[in-house]
């Protein structure tokens, strides 16, 4: 069986030489533990960070070792009581072929309920980042303007249309037409805005929103969040979900000089993190399950296929190539 090991730490962009693909002995589970082979393997932006050495909130991952990835999967054997051979499940393991696991850490996936791929996307991380980051941190109420940055990706996507089904106006900014243009016809946002085709970026932003913004929902951070800066209303919310536009950055950048505005607008900035509400999954899952079901939450997946193309998915997260979730499919059901 395969796995995927960081050869080396990046600098700035990470290239397809920081990975390293291995055959290695196919795992046997021990008492409590079940072996699962992978389905889907998701790719996500936050492994930058684990690629650093650096202290985070994520572990830095070792050079030479396999890298933690969450996996859609399907237990072959199982020394568990809890689970049995085809029971499908998800959980934090390894960007692997087959990874054995202990059954406590994995949540089962029922496939009659959907694609299960879904698991890793707007039903898993992803979809309860937007849940709880729009909805706890950014609160929009009717009739606000609300602006999310990475608006066509997978924690974006969700937290837009969760922002308009709570009766705000929603702004989103991506880095294609066939993004906005999914945005604006499919999801329901009011306006969205092609970062990489204009200009004026805050010209463009001033107009999409002509009664400022009473909530940002940051993905990307850098110039889009100047634009929407000086558009903050009075009491508005910035919730700060990520920063994809500064992790390949090999300098940081000086610290945020603006805060005249926040003294004006009395707005709240605040980061949080997803898991933060470890205890709170269920709670987010039915409500955005029932959202599907209801037909008022649009999702997409945009699945690499093989396994061993699992880097260049990854990599196609810091060029925009994902519309939605970006996946890797490893087997099939
Ligand atoms: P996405 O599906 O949004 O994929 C990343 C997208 O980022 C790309 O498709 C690309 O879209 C955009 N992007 C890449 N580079 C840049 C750039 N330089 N400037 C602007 N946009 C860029 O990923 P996720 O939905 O998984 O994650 C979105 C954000 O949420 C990330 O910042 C991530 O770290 C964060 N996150 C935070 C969590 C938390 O607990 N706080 C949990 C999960 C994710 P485009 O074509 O529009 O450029």
Redesign the pocket.
């Known amino acids: 069986t395969r796995q995927w090991r960081l050869a080396s730490r990046p600098t700035g962009t990470p290239t397809a030489e920081n990975f390293d693909l291995v055959t290695v002995e196919r795992p046997e589970p021990g008492p409590g533990e079940v072996l699962v082979r992978t389905l889907y393997q998701s790719v ?3 492994m930058r960070g684990r690629m650093r050495d650096a202290e985070s909130y994520a572990e830095p991952w070792d050079v030479g070792e396999p890298m933690q990835a969450g996996v859609v999967g399907e237990v072959l054997e199982s020394e568990a009581d809890s689970l049995e051979a085809g029971d499908v499940v998800t959980g934090n393991l390894l960007w692997a072929e087959h990874a054995v696991a202990d059954a406590d850490e994995l949540r089962r996936v029922n496939p009659d309920l959907g694609p299960v791929s879904s698991a890793l996307g707007v039903l898993g ?2 979809g309860i ?1 937007a849940y709880f ?1 729009m909805l706890d941190v950014a609160e929009p109420t009717p009739g606000d303007t609300v602006v999310v ?8 996507s969700v937290a837009g249309q969760l922002a308009r089904l709570s009766g705000a106006r929603v702004v989103g ?4 037409d066939e ?1 906005t243009d999914w945005l604006t016809d499919e999801l329901g946002f009011d306006a969205a805005i092609n ?2 085709e204009t200009d004026d970026l805050a010209g463009a932003m001033a107009e999409a929103c002509p009664d400022g913004v009473d909530a940002y929902f940051d ?2 951070g ?1 110039p ?1 969040t100047d634009a929407v800066w000086p558009l903050l209303n009075v009491r508005a919310r910035v919730a700060v ?5 500064q ?1 390949n950055a090999t300098e940081q950048p000086t610290g945020p000089r603006k805060l005249g505005k926040l003294v004006e607008s009395r707005a709240r900035v605040e ?5 933060d509400y470890q205890g709170r999954w269920g709670e987010a899952l039915e409500r955005l399950s029932g959202f599907i079901h209801e037909d008022e939450l649009q999702y997409r997946e945009h699945v690499v296929d093989g396994f061993e193309n699992a880097p260049d998915a990854f990599l196609g ?6 519309i ?3 996946l890797v499919k490893v087997a099939e059901r």
Not at 173 to 176: E, V
């Open positions: 996500d932006p936050y991380m992803p980042t980051g940055s990475g608006a066509a990706g997978a924690v974006g900014t991506a880095g294609s993004k970062y990489t993905n990307v850098g889009i979900c990520g920063q994809i536009s992790y980061g949080f993190l997803v898991g997260l810091f060029e925009g190539e994902n939605g979730k970006q």
